[in-house]
């Protein structure tokens, strides 16, 4: 498999491909490039049905800039040095599989001193509208990546980012990984597990539920190393 950034050619090649209605398996094929390369620059830059091979170019570009190495400079002022964390971590989220919207919302929520940040700060820091706040959060929420705190004082909800948000998110990661492994058992005795069908659920199953108890345990160390 060749090395290296992909070039504007591979961009252009995916996105025939994708328009050819092929997986990404195939595309892979095609470029000499692993998959798991092809997926990462077609989720990271809009999906399958909006991939456009000189944005995403041009997108790697402006990430590969602003990921270099740089000092801090004491005379920056604080607002560019939050400003530029807080772009940082947006890519390094997208990149892990959070839509952007929402990869802005927690890196914004991750890198405020206080930690929480009303719906309406929210919109006048992005500069988005209140739906894309509210669908951003709810993503965020159901993932269990942000929580909520009632403000008394000014009657709104703030949305917070807290030492037990990374414990609670690997706890529902633990769970969907659960979740998975029972219904692959299940699939598995009902295609009955001498079958190859049956004996591919179950090693999944086997996967999965494997995987659930070991996060579990890393997150109740974490929570151990929180409280010490």
């Known amino acids: 498999m060749p090395e290296g950034r992909l070039t504007l050619k591979d961009r252009e090649r995916i996105a025939q491909g994708l328009t050819e209605g092929l997986g990404f398996a ?3 094929r095609r ?7 092809i997926s990462r620059e077609v989720n990271r830059n809009g999906g399958a049905g909006a991939y456009r091979p ?3 170019h041009e997108a790697t570009r402006e990430r590969a800039r602003r990921q270099r190495p740089i000092a801090i400079d004491p005379q920056q002022p604080p607002a560019a040095r939050t400003q530029e964390a807080e772009d940082k971590l947006t890519d390094v989220l997208v990149a892990s599989g959070l839509t952007r919207m929402s990869s802005r919302v927690l890196a914004c929520l ?13 919109v006048q820091r992005l500069q988005v509208s209140p739906a894309s706040i509210s669908k951003a959060v709810a993503e965020l929420e159901a993932m269990n990546l942000i929580g909520r705190e009632r403000d008394q004082r000014r009657r709104r909800d703030r949305y917070i980012v807290d030492k037990e948000i990374w414990y609670r998110s690997l706890l529902a990661s633990a ?4 979740n998975i492994a ?3 058992r299940q699939n598995a005795e009902a295609l009955g597990r001498s079958t190859p069908a049956g004996a591919r659920m179950d090693a999944m199953s086997e996967f999965f539920e494997q995987v659930g108890r070991e996060t579990i345990a890393v997150a109740e160390r974490y929570r151990h190393i929180l409280t010490r």
Do not use: K, M, W, Y
């Open 26 to 28: 195939e595309i892979s």
């Open 31 to 37: 470029l000499g490039r692993p998959t798991s390369t």
């Open 54 to 56: 000189d944005q995403a």
């Open 110 to 122: 991750s890198t405020t001193h206080s930690g929480g940040l009303a719906a309406a700060d929210l």
């Open 175 to 178: 769970r969907f990984n659960t």
């Open 182 to 184: 029972e219904v692959a």
